[in-house]
């Protein structure tokens, strides 16, 4: 089985940020959630390099585009591999394969008849790169960048989206549909139906005063309208059309992952251009939160954009995965700040992930020469803690509650946790050795059971772990067969006699304040 998840491309005219980060990781997660779970992947991301936003940042800073665009999809490029983003492909608006194709599809809807000229004017907010009309905007202004849109007037080529209101309302309303488009969560996918319901207007598709822009095969005195021309990496990303059983492999996409700012052109616009061509929709797109910072929106000059490597420098590569996308609920919006990051930190790495790791290994080095103990393997804790794990955290990943799924690994970390407290295994050490022995090979066996878990969320530090507590053969490997058939190996993960090693401080506890 196979499976296609993307993220937005996002646009160069900004560094990346922790808002990028937070659906690139959770993008990630599920990738290789996934491919532990046998799917065979394929996961796109990369940079949305044209149109106005991007030549007006880049004559700002007295670069060109072309300057601005490579220096900034290196830095995307370099973010992503600093927090172990393993992508299939990092597309670039920019790039040659996906040019010619972008003038493919629109060539094929003005094939279609479904792209015609007309003179427009309206309002258009250039942070956003899309036509407001007068009901939309809140005061006059932007309802995301709270900016007033400019006047525009144009003779544009424009696509015939009001024809597909009907059938698009069908395709998201009826789960029997063959071509159903799942929109998660349910809050925003009735607020895409209310707008489907009040029927949709037709939509520009070119511009004419732009230059910096794919040019319209069919007139090229204009650009592809920017919208359109990301969109399309969704499915030039993976060969369209020149690939063919690239395309047909992979297409069309298991999820769509974005923020509530971009659903509408996801769920709406650019289905519609899918059904214009007849190509496949994407089956589910899925919209998680707009987070604040400190309550406040996340700006530079405010002065608090939290950055890849501000995160990284705090708290290591992996448990920046992990916060970033665990602190808040996945779906809603919600608020982030680096003392809540910490607090998260400390309660769920260094307290009760760390705490069990360090009280396992460290009976094991006072009293059994840093080995797995030699007894009858007893699996009754990792047989509880895989309950909990398959009961909780599997579903919550499938169905993309990645906050959940923590939870779920948190709860069954507690547990364990609890039942060292009530084994008290440090007084065994003086009178019941056997009973030590495999409380110690007991708790090696759970703990190995989480780091399977954890291994999506944060791949470095799970293997390191792995080798700590002496489980043989290579994790992900383990994993994936653990994944097909859920049997504990009968002599558990760290066989007996197993060498352990000392964990040193894995989760430094972290003190509040500051960055
Ligand atoms: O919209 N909270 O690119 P973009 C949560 N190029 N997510 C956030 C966030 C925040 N505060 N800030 C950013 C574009 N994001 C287009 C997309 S796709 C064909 C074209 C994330 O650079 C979130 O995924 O503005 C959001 O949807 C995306 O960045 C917007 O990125």
């Known amino acids: 089985m196979k499976f296609y998840i993307t993220t937005p491309i996002y646009y160069v005219n900004d560094i990346p940020h922790i808002g990028h980060s937070y659906t690139t990781i959770a993008a990630d997660i599920m990738a290789r959630w996934k491919k532990l779970n046998g799917f065979d992947v394929f996961f796109l991301t990369g940079t949305d390099e044209h149109g106005a936003k991007i030549a007006a940042a880049a004559k700002e800073k007295g670069k060109t585009p072309q300057e601005l665009v490579d220096e900034t999809s290196a830095q995307f490029k370099e973010a992503w591999k600093l927090l172990n983003i393993s992508y299939d492909r990092f597309i670039r608006t920019t790039d040659a394969d996906h040019i010619s194709a972008t003038q493919n599809i629109i060539d094929i809807l003005f094939q279609k008849g479904l792209i015609f ?33 400019v006047l525009q007037s144009e003779e544009n080529y424009f696509f015939k989206l009001s024809s597909f209101s009907d059938a698009l309302h069908d395709m998201i309303t009826n789960p029997a549909h063959k071509e159903h488009i799942e929109i998660q969560p349910e809050e925003r996918r009735n607020e895409i ?35 359109v021309d990301a969109l399309t990496n969704y499915i030039t990303g993976i060969g369209y059309p020149k690939d063919e059983q690239l395309f047909k492999k992979y297409w069309p996409a298991d999820v769509h992952l974005m923020a509530k700012d971009i659903l509408w052109f996801h769920s709406v616009i650019w289905p519609a251009m ?5 190509i496949p929709v994407p089956k589910k797109v899925y919209s998680h939160g707009f987070f604040t910072i400190n309550g406040e929106k996340m700006s530079k000059s405010l002065g ?36 809540a990051l910490t607090n998260k930190y400390n309660v769920d790495l260094a307290n009760n992930l760390g705490n069990l790791i360090s009280r396992a290994l460290k009976l094991a080095e006072k009293n059994f ?3 797995v103990p030699n007894v009858k393997p007893d699996l009754e804790l990792a047989e509880k803690t895989a309950k909990i794990l398959n009961e909780d955290f599997a579903p919550a990943m499938d169905g993309l509650y ?5 939870e779920a690994l948190q709860r069954a970390l507690t547990e364990i946790n609890r039942r060292i407290e009530f084994d008290a295994p440090w ?17 090696l066996q759970a703990t190995d059971l989480i780091l399977i878990h954890l291994l999506a969320f944060m791949p470095a530090l799970a293997e390191k772990i792995w080798t700590i ?13 653990y994944f097909a058939d859920k049997t504990i190996p009968q002599n558990g993960f760290s066989p007996s006699g197993a060498q352990l090693q000392s964990p040193g401080v894995l989760f430094p506890r972290i003190q509040n304040g500051g960055k």
């Open 469 to 481: 507590t002496g489980a043989s053969g290579n994790i992900s490997e383990t994993a994936k067969k």
């Open 369 to 371: 020469d840093l080995k």
């Open 402 to 406: 990645l906050h959940k799924a923590a």
């Open 117 to 149: 000229k007309k003179t427009y004017e309206a309002l258009y907010c250039v942070g956003c790169e899309r036509f407001y009309p007068e009901k939309d905007l809140i005061d006059g202004l932007c309802p995301f960048h709270k900016t007033k849109p």
């Open 427 to 443: 007084k065994l050490a003086k009178t019941d050795l056997q009973k030590l022995s495999s409380c110690i090979f007991s708790y």
């Open 304 to 339: 608090n954009v939290i950055s890849p490597q501000e995160l990284v420098d705090k708290f290591g590569v992996d448990a920046a995965r992990y916060l970033t996308v665990t602190l808040i609920a996945f779906g809603p919006d919600g608020d982030i700040s680096w003392d």
């Open 193 to 227: 139906i209310g707008k489907l319901k009040l029927g949709l207007e037709d939509v520009s598709f070119s511009r004419a005063a732009i230059d910096w822009g794919i040019p319209v095969p069919f007139d090229k005195k204009q650009t592809v309208y920017v919208w």
């Open 274 to 278: 899918l059904l214009g061509a007849g």
